[in-house]
């Protein structure tokens, strides 16, 4: 059984090293998308196909 998934998770430099960095805005573009994800996800759902 599959499950449509996506990778969406905020960008890190340098990730599992001593001094991880990420942005701040990060958190308002990661809102940002999900909300619209979120709002549109039936039509995404519709164009897709599953085998």
């Known amino acids: 059984m599959g499950v449509p998934t996506a990778d969406v998770g905020g960008a890190q430099l340098a990730m599992h090293s001593c001094r991880e960095m990420a942005d701040t805005t990060s958190v308002t573009h990661a809102i940002t998308l999900y ?5 549109q996800l039936a039509n995404i759902l519709q164009t897709m196909s599953f085998k």
Request: with cysteine.
């Open 35 to 39: 909300t619209c994800y979120f709002e």
